[in-house]
């Protein structure tokens, strides 16, 4: 099958030729037919399978097809957990419709509002995270009333971070009768019911998923806590590579993490959800161009991120589960390319190590940095920084994270 069988229009299949898509991959080839139909879709798979062209294509068609005006009102509606996947998938209609006419903004936080304002006007597609779109509606500059597409994507990570709320406002401004798109990597309880509720007579499209990448070859390096930035610096010492990205569990971790790496005159950055977007964007051009080739980052700020140049993906901190594990890696060995899993792991890592083999269906090899002394004593923190970390932790103060 190629991208002439589904007879899009000649100016979306000029979009998909200079951007070089030559075969459909399996989601897109089994959910393009079900959006140019109509339906409502549930879509199981991971970042990296192409599902946002697998739901692009077809709605930029549909908008033809109704002789949609290019500039407003909004007749699409994407939601994107993160300010990365907002941009990336707003790029993409960009990028496929550019001979179509058909407009699209995108709309997140960390950004002046006024601009967003008068993209948004001049739009038929937005793509946004649910925080500032709710601020939007709430000021009445926005209007949703002939929004005839809503696509909830990475759906999953959205219930993560506490956005069914706003999704459920968001969804209340919306036309009783519209198409619905949801994609998502895990279909947890939540999910489920959230599909229930809004989906009808939805088409599941779900590809195999599971498994990470035959493409990745995988390592453990054992260690103890206290010695793993010692081990992590080793590793990079000792290893060639192009660009890496390193995944911590706390926001506060990637950015001294990072900042230590550099001290140490690695072209490191990091990528969090205390940075304001300015920030975030010059870290991405950064590490995308390879002026940095070190990224460092949490979960939820490195959905969105899509680098072909990424050869290892390291695990500074384990991921919750085997499932993060492979959403993490899938940022490697992309594009026909190879590239490797590295992760620190300690003792209280047993359990996830022997979930991750099952996942692989392998036995993965533990290994050790050749010259890197593990034997090296815990050194007790200075009392004066303890005193320091300490007020640190008491003055911080919890707040909605809006990515």
Do not use: W
């Not at 779900?206 to 793993?228: I, M």
Request: charged share 25%; aromatic share 6%; glycine share 8%.
């Amino acid at each position: 099958m190629n991208f002439e069988s589904f007879s899009f229009d000649r100016r979306i299949a000029a979009g998909i030729k200079s951007c070089g898509y030559a075969t459909p991959t399996p989601i897109q080839s089994r959910a393009i037919p079900a959006v140019l139909q109509g339906r409502d879709v549930m879509g199981l798979a991971q970042t990296g399978t192409g599902k946002t062209a697998a739901f692009v294509l077809p709605i930029l068609q549909r908008l033809l097809n109704a002789k949609a005006p290019g500039q407003g009102p909004i007749r699409a509606l994407v939601l994107a957990p993160t300010r990365e996947l907002a941009l990336q998938t707003h790029e993409n209609f960009i990028s496929l419709g550019r001979e179509t006419g058909i407009r699209s903004a995108a709309v997140f936080g960390g950004v002046g509002f006024n601009p967003q304002i008068k993209a948004v006007r001049r739009s038929t597609v937005i793509v946004a995270c649910p925080g500032r779109l709710i601020d939007l509606l709430n000021q009445g500059v926005i209007e949703l009333g002939h929004v005839e597409t809503l696509v909830l994507d990475e759906a999953d990570r959205m219930m993560d971070m506490g956005f069914l709320p706003d999704l459920k406002r968001i969804m209340s401004r919306l036309p009783a009768r519209r198409q619905n798109l949801l994609f998502s990597a895990t279909m947890p309880p939540d999910i489920r019911r959230l599909a229930d509720n809004i989906l009808v007579d939805p088409e599941t499209v779900q590809v195999a998923n599971t498994a990470p990448p035959e493409s990745v070859s995988h390592v453990f390096y054992p260690v103890r806590q206290h010695l793993k930035t010692g081990l992590l610096e080793a590793l990079l010492d000792s290893t060639r590579y192009e660009s890496v990205l390193i995944f911590t569990r706390t926001k506060h971790r990637a950015k001294s993490l990072a900042q230590k790496l550099s001290r140490n005159r690695l072209n490191a950055t990091f990528l969090q959800g205390n940075m304001t977007q300015n920030q975030r964007q010059r870290a991405l051009d950064g590490f995308r161009r390879g002026a940095f080739n070190i990224m460092v980052a949490t979960d939820i700020a490195a959905r969105g991120i899509d680098c072909d140049r990424i050869s290892h993906v390291i695990n500074f901190d384990a991921p919750d589960s085997a499932e993060t594990y492979t959403h993490r890696i899938g940022r490697t060995g992309r594009a026909g390319r190879s590239g490797r899993a590295l992760s620190l792991v300690t003792q209280d890592d047993q359990g996830l190590m022997r979930d991750i083999e099952r996942i692989v269906h392998k036995r993965i090899d533990h290994c050790k940095v050749e010259g890197f002394d593990y034997n090296q004593p815990f050194k007790q923190q200075p009392a004066e920084n303890r005193v320091r970390a300490q007020g640190r932790r008491k003055s911080a103060r919890p707040g909605r994270g809006r990515f």
